[in-house]
């Protein structure tokens, strides 16, 4: 079991910008496939992001692809998202997760963090 502490989110603007940070424990942090996925009110969590192992692998969610941008750093065992361009449907509670299959679907991600508020105002 890995476990999982968001943090960096908050309250912008419109075309502005923030990092999500994700520190990791409990498991080699190279070996895991880290994700972010959000919850906006009302709505279903979806997948945002992945980054896989050594490479590192990305891929992205369409709506975010070209805005968002996923890292890992291993020494620091911590995932980033970086957010530019927000837009005020990127509202939403921003989760870290961590699994041991490459994908984009929760069911595959056994490990997640209490979620951080992303608030993108017009």
């Known amino acids: 079991q890995v476990q999982l502490v968001e943090s960096g989110g908050g309250l912008v603007q419109a075309g502005g910008s923030l990092r999500l940070s994700c520190a990791a424990s409990?498991?080699?942090?190279?070996?895991?496939?880290k994700a972010w996925f959000r919850q906006a009110p009302g709505k279903e969590r979806q997948f945002v992001a992945r980054?896989?192992?050594?490479?590192?692998?990305?891929y992205y969610a369409d709506s975010v692809k070209g805005r968002f941008t996923i890292s890992g750093d291993n020494d620091k065992n911590t995932v980033y998202l970086q957010m530019n361009s927000l837009r005020p449907e990127d509202t939403a509670v921003y989760y870290c997760?961590?699994?041991?299959?490459?994908?984009?679907?929760?069911?595959?991600?056994?490990?997640w963090g209490q979620g951080t508020q992303v608030t993108v105002s017009s």
């Open positions: 997760a961590a699994g041991t299959v490459v994908s984009d679907q929760l069911k595959y991600f056994s490990s």
């Open positions: 409990g498991r080699p942090f190279s070996s895991i496939v």
């Open positions: 980054i896989t192992g050594s490479g590192p692998a990305t």
